[in-house]
């Protein structure tokens, strides 16, 4: 392992504007299921770089206070992870293989069905997951834990950072994983969800290298369902009666009916490079992180 190279990984990382940066050896993912295993995107993957880049606190503040959505569908969801930091990861990418190693930057944000849950024990093989988990590599390069809510949660800023991939041929040295626990299981962020999508005790266990990973059951189409704003309890511009089951096929035709009612939907769509960022309780609701406001 280079110490120089990781070294100047890191330094390249944060001068591109990651707040949080580390590596993870790829064999800490040996218990991932082969579909979403490193190495089936990349086979000469040997080491994963994570990075985060933190949210605003003005911006978690006006969400969370139902005063303004506009601000954190750009700055604290689709912009921030389709543009900012895909753009940190493509730069950060170009310096590795400007030093010769193969490196591929995996898209923060996956196109997944939203209508699946963890129906698997292991949360990194849901359909609603892509190849490689940004929440797992964060935590696999020692920059994060799970919370209880299913989302990880740093040191630094808690629940509050959008996080981005690398996958690399390069020699780099890993980082240790957070080996004290953060989430301290408040359940504030179940309290928090206006859809009741969390459960409030850990159910789902799973291994990323070697620690065992407790969390909580996610009823995911329920936290979609508010999500993409299909109810006003959050910001939804309309209210649509929750059913109790939720199929694909009456999620997308719900949503698909509110976008074709809903000028003001379809053009923060386009403005905000997502259809979603309606919700964020559970996130904004998390009392963790070292990062305050004077």
Request: a positive charge.
């Amino acid at each position: 392992m280079s110490k120089s190279l990781t070294r100047d990984v890191k330094e390249a990382a944060l001068k591109l504007g990651a707040d949080l940066v580390g590596i993870a050896s790829v064999d800490r993912f040996f218990d991932a299921p082969p579909e979403h295993d490193p190495k089936r995107a990349l086979p000469e993957t040997r080491t994963l770089i994570s990075v985060a880049i933190r949210h605003l606190r003005g911006v978690q503040f006006t969400q969370k206070r139902l005063r303004d959505n506009y601000p954190y569908q750009i700055f604290g969801y689709g912009w921030l992870s389709h543009i900012r930091i895909n753009t940190l990861l493509f730069e950060l990418a170009r310096v590795l293989e400007d030093r010769g190693y193969i490196a591929l930057p995996y898209p923060s944000f996956c196109d997944a069905d939203p209508t699946k849950g963890h129906e698997d024990p292991k949360p990194a093989a849901s359909p609603a997951m892509a190849t490689v988990s940004n929440r797992h590599a964060a935590v696999a390069a020692g920059i994060a834990q799970f919370g209880l809510c299913n989302l990880a949660m740093t040191e630094e800023f808690g629940t509050c950072q959008r996080f981005g991939t690398i996958m690399t041929s390069a020699p780099l040295e890993p980082d240790p994983m957070i080996a004290k626990p953060l989430c301290n299981n408040c359940g504030k962020c179940v309290e928090a969800c206006p859809s009741r999508a969390i459960g409030s005790e850990p159910e789902v266990s799973f291994q990323i290298g070697d620690q065992t990973i407790n969390i909580a059951a996610l009823k995911r189409p329920r936290c979609y369902w508010y999500h993409f704003g299909l109810s006003k309890k959050t910001y939804g511009v309309l209210d649509i009666d929750e059913p109790e089951e939720i199929t694909r096929e009456i999620f997308e035709q719900n949503l698909c009916d509110a976008l074709a009612k809903s000028r003001y939907m379809r053009d923060r769509y386009q403005k905000t490079f997502a259809p979603a960022g309606y919700c964020g309780m559970c996130l904004l609701s998390c009392p963790m992180g070292k990062y305050k406001l004077k």
